[in-house]
Antibody
Framework: QVQLVESGGGLVKPGGSLRLSCAVS????????MNWIRQAPGKGLEWVSY????????FYADSVKGRFAVSRDNAKNSLYLQMNGLRADDTAVYYCGQRDHWGQGTLVTVSS | QSVLIQPPSASGTPGQRVTISCSGSSSNIGINSVNWYQQLPGTAPKLLIY???QRPSGVPDRFSGSKSGTSASLAISGLQSEDEADYYCAAWDDSLNGLVFGGGTKVTVL
């Protein structure tokens, strides 16, 4: 059974940092590209970042480029999102996943 | 403004057919597969349609997808109360090097 479990969300002040994690099981993680997407309260889905199975290819949305960094540890079946310079408009539920499956999400709130 | 354009709402009575459109461009829908997701309140997106009108196991055949040029559509036939949800289209954009979503369509069962 496929499972993706995000963790690491919480309340952080503007300018602060958070590191999200995504633990994956039930499919061949190292062979799978992965994405982070987010959903601000009451808003639609927004793509944040992509990383290929090997970690060689990485892409970011313009809104997070230079502030967020995606990485993965295939030995631990885990995906990460390091978020620096957080702003109020980064407040959202963050989901990890690929085309077929997404985790339940973790809430990031940026507020003073 | 989302890269892919969807109507904000759609509605129908039980048993009716509802269609949701998704308009893109030559750098996304025109050359890449379109995925459709259903999102119930407070839950993660669930894949409904991928590639050329393929449904994951467990998705009823009431849901179908089509694509023509730079536009795609999702059809829900035999509308049921449990279909009340938000629906999103998505496709990879080769110019942006990113996944682009539609703004979402809220389906209401009257």
């Amino acid at each position: 059974q496929v499972q993706l479990v995000e963790s690491g969300g919480g309340l952080v002040k503007p300018g602060g940092s958070l590191r999200l994690s995504c633990a994956v099981s039930g499919f061949s993680f190292s062979d799978s590209y992965m994405n982070w997407i987010r959903q601000a309260p009451g808003k639609g889905l927004e793509w944040v970042s992509y990383i290929s199975g090997s970690g060689t290819n990485i892409f970011y949305a313009d809104s997070v480029k230079g502030r967020f960094a995606v990485s993965r540890d295939n030995a631990k079946n885990s995906l990460y999102l390091q978020m620096n310079g957080l702003r109020a408009d980064d407040t959202a539920v963050y989901y990890c996943g690929q085309r077929d499956h997404w985790g339940q999400g973790t809430l990031v709130t940026v507020s003073s | 403004q989302s890269v892919l354009i969807q109507p904000p709402s759609a509605s129908g009575t039980p048993g009716q057919r509802v269609t949701i459109s998704c308009s893109g461009s030559s750098s996304n829908i025109g050359i890449n597969s379109v995925n459709w997701y259903q999102q119930l309140p407070g839950t993660a997106p669930k894949l409904l349609i991928y590639s050329k009108n393929q449904r994951p196991s467990g998705v009823p055949d009431r849901f179908s997808g089509s694509k023509s040029g730079t536009s795609a559509s999702l059809a829900i036939s035999g509308l049921q109360s449990e279909d009340e949800a938000d629906y999103y289209c998505a496709a990879w954009d080769d110019s942006l090097n990113g996944l682009v979503f539609g703004g979402g369509t809220k389906v209401t069962v009257l």
